[in-house]
């Protein structure tokens, strides 16, 4: 999984180029159980990135969820890597019915807005779609076009 940047201007700047043009990012495709996701990630509590192993520890005190997964990496782009410790050697995870919500919500469109992505070899993969909105928009006008044409 690519690392996620935690910067407010970035993430504005990523969330406007899709409101701009009208579209929404989607996730498609599903998992081949390759376990990439749970060895290379990057973990957000209470909506802000870890970036130390203090931060962690403390964390991991008050959340026991947080105690299955261990630092990987030092620091990259200010957060911490992981990798989670119930992963089995074939990329299963080892504790699949009681695995956090954090893990059933793989992957969510909000990664995107930090930078994230499943990996390459992920069967997951991130898709653009036209918002709602616009779709609605554009439906609105033409029968209003409709409508003026009509009377």
């Known amino acids: 999984m690519a690392l ?3 910067s407010f201007l970035v993430r504005m700047w990523r969330h406007c180029w899709y409101f701009f043009r009208g579209k929404t990012p989607v996730i ?24 130390s192993r203090w931060q962690f520890d403390r964390i991991c005190k008050k959340d026991p969820v947080f105690r299955r997964f261990v630092v990987a990496e ?13 992963l089995s050697e074939e ?7 009681n695995r956090p919500q954090l893990c059933k919500d793989y992957p969510t469109r ?4 930090y ?3 499943p990996s390459a070899h992920c069967g997951f993969y ?26």
């Open 110 to 113: 909000h990664m995107v807005y």
């Open 4 to 6: 996620f940047s935690d």
């Open 91 to 97: 990329g299963t995870c080892l504790d699949y019915e």
């Open 115 to 117: 930078g994230g992505a």
């Open 74 to 86: 030092n620091a990259f782009m200010k957060n911490l890597v992981f990798r989670c410790n119930l």
């Open 126 to 151: 991130i898709a653009e779609t036209t918002s709602f909105a616009r779709i609605l928009k554009k439906t609105i006008r033409a029968n209003r076009k409709k409508e003026r044409k009509g009377s």
């Open 28 to 51: 498609r495709g599903g998992c081949l159980q390759c376990g990439g996701c749970c060895r290379y990630i990057t973990l957000m509590y209470e909506g802000k990135m870890i970036r």
